[in-house]
């Protein structure tokens, strides 16, 4: 590793996933990555679907300097125009939703069309691999931190890749072998560990800070309301889950 990629990789860096449109929780988190002297973003996918904020969502996302920024599947969904059969009820109407608002917008389908063109992003300088998923399954593949991770940690070893940023599950926590770190921020919008904060990641150098932060679920959950969603779409905001 040269002496430039050891100064790239000392940079204090933010890793969010799963925003879900929720523009209160990212608004909230922004103004935590700014006070915790964050200098670059790195972004795991979800931008959007369940929450009731996509289009302001993705005008903030536009707004920020951002490193890397990696497709998550409810984001290809939408760019492909296609549903999941195993969609929940409450699944397909947030979908619907956003599609009515985010599909007839030109510019945001833009931004999501370049997004969705990058399911994996690979930061050599780093050796550390971004994807939503998991390597194998980038956007559906879903890793749970109670699970046997050996495959991953073997998919490590063979790309030499010291670190994974992997999202999708919502749920914080990482895992350590042989030097190597597998890492899951949780979710900025949705989280699910029982905990409503929204979750991310702050990497400098060798340290990894799991950040929580406090933001209003109220009004997250008026925009759900307003939107017409499923209450259960909203209610889960206040249980973390
Ligand atoms: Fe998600």
């Known amino acids: 590793m040269t002496d430039t990629d050891q100064k790239n990789c000392a940079v204090k860096t933010a890793v969010l996933s799963d ?9 909230a988190v922004l103004k935590d990555c700014r006070e915790q002297g964050a200098e670059r973003f790195w972004m795991l996918g979800d931008y959007i679907d369940y929450g009731g904020s996509p289009l302001e969502t993705m005008a903030r996302l536009e707004s920020l300097n951002i490193e890397q920024m990696i497709a998550g599947n409810h984001d290809a969904c939408l760019y492909l125009d296609t549903v999941r059969s195993s969609a929940t009820p409450h699944g397909r109407k947030a979908y619907e939703f956003t599609r009515s608002v ?21 930061v050599p300088e780093c050796r550390t691999l ?7 399954d980038p956007y559906w593949g879903k890793f749970q931190m109670g699970e046997d991770p050996d495959d991953l940690f073997r998919v490590m070893e063979e790309r030499d890749v010291n670190v994974m940023m992997m999202g999708h599950s919502h749920v914080s926590g990482m895992l350590m072998k042989s030097g190597r770190k597998i890492i899951n921020p949780g979710s900025v919008g949705q ?19 799991f950040r929580r932060v406090s933001y209003d679920i109220d009004a997250a959950a008026e925009a759900i309301r307003q939107a017409g969603l499923p209450e259960y779409l909203w209610k889960r905001l206040y249980q973390g889950k």
């Open 102 to 122: 985010v599909r007839k917008n030109k510019r945001q389908f833009r931004m999501l069309e370049t997004i969705a063109q990058k399911p994996v992003a690979y």
């Open 130 to 136: 971004l994807v939503h998923g998991t390597p194998e």
């Open 191 to 209: 989280p699910r560990d029982g905990c409503p904060a929204a979750s991310y990641v702050i990497l400098e150098k060798d340290t990894v800070t």
């Open 19 to 27: 925003i879900h449109a929720n523009i209160q929780a990212l608004d």
